[in-house]
Structures are given as C-alpha cells and as structure tokens.
C-alpha cells in the first residue's frame, strides 16, 4: 500500500494541511505522548508487586521509576536538534517504534536488571516523539487554530498522568504488573502507522555529526541526572 507522502521544504516552513489529516497526524502523534505520561505514573502502583516477584528492596525499586524519568530528561534536547537535522516525521516514526520495542521487554523481562534497562530504552523512545510532537502538531494547523491545537496536546498530557495510576491499579490487579506495559503494544502501533501513513515527510536540514554539539548533550546529560538523583 502506497502512503499519501508530501514532501516539506528543509527550511521548515510548511504548509497546513488540509481537511481530516490534520486530526488524523494529531490523533496518531498524540498515542505515543498519552502512553508516555501513562507509563511514568501507572508503574507506581505495581511496584510492591514487582518488588515480591523480583525480590528486590522497595529502595531499589526507584530505579523502575528514575531510568525511564531520566533518560527522557537527559536525552530529549539532543534528539530535538537531530529531529531538525534529519526531519521530524523520521525522528517521530523511529521513537514510537522504539518506545513498542521497550514496552515488550519490560512486559517479558525475566530479571529485575533486565526490567530496568528496557524502562531506560522506552525513556529513549519517549524522548524521541516527545521532541518532535508540538512542532509537528503546530505545522499542521493553521495560524488561528494553533492555540487550540496546543491546548489539546496539553490535555493529552494531563490526562495520561491523571489515569495512570487507576489504569495501572486496575490492570495490576486484573492482569498482573506486566499488562501495564503489553497495552502500549496495539496502542502503539496504532500510532506508528498512523505518524506514518498521515505525517508529512519532511527533509530537515542536514548536517553532520559535528552539526550536533555531542559535548554539551553529555554535559546536560550528566548535569540533570546529577541533579534529579540528588533531590530523589
């Protein structure tokens, strides 16, 4: 099946789209960024679970929590810049599948080190359409509808941190802690073929590795973890 591809000027000034696609491109954008803020709430409550299956402390139990917080944090600037370098649609496209890819391992992790790396790689996931999801929102609708458009990207957000820890409580309690992670699986694919099927391609502009300043993505990296791990 051929996709509706629109190819998009690497100056960045694009054109709105037109009719039902522009809700189409927000609806499929804005699964990743709803499972997203989910999964960072949702978790909370099965942690006594995972603590007894894994036999590990409560304490050690932050890192479930702080690998996936972290990794978005640390790494989200960097991949907003490689997003205008190569084009948005390709950055979002691979973060979703990303983001699929961890949720399944941590769903099936037979080891508690396992479960924590995999929740570091769904953070990179995260990050990945996090950085591209407002300017691809915005891109898509006219001038007088931004402002709306934003606002229901915002409510997206809130509402994921707002059902997560029922979500995560009822499916825990139904189905065990890993059924938290297997939903983002159809929730997420959908949201891949949608980004791309209906997101318009765009070129980026280019540059090489020397265009991303690498040192100060480390710097940034180190300074928040530090940071964040200090005040937790």
Known sequence: MSRPALELPATGATAPL?????????????????????DATAVAVALPTIAREFDVRL????????????????????????????????????????????SLVVALAPTFPVLVASRALQGVGAAMFMATIMATAVTAFPAHQRGRVLGLVGSVVAAGTLLGPPLGGVLTGAFGWRSIFLVNLPVGLIGA????????????????????????????????????????
């Open 18 to 38: 037109e009719g039902a696609r522009r809700w189409l491109v927000l609806f499929s954008i804005t699964t990743g960024t709803f499972m997203a803020n989910v």
């Open 59 to 102: 304490d050690a139990l932050q890192w479930v929590l702080s690998a996936y917080l972290l990794t978005i944090t640390a790494v989200l600037p960097l991949f907003g810049r490689l997003a205008d370098m190569v084009g948005r649609a390709r950055i979002l496209d691979a973060g979703l599948v990303l983001f699929v890819a961890g």
């Open 193 to 232: 073929v949608g980004t791309f099927l209906f997101v318009p391609r765009d070129r980026g502009t280019g540059g090489g590795v020397r265009a991303l300043d690498v040192p100060g993505a480390v710097l940034f990296a180190a300074a928040v973890s530090a940071l964040l791990l200090g005040l937790g």
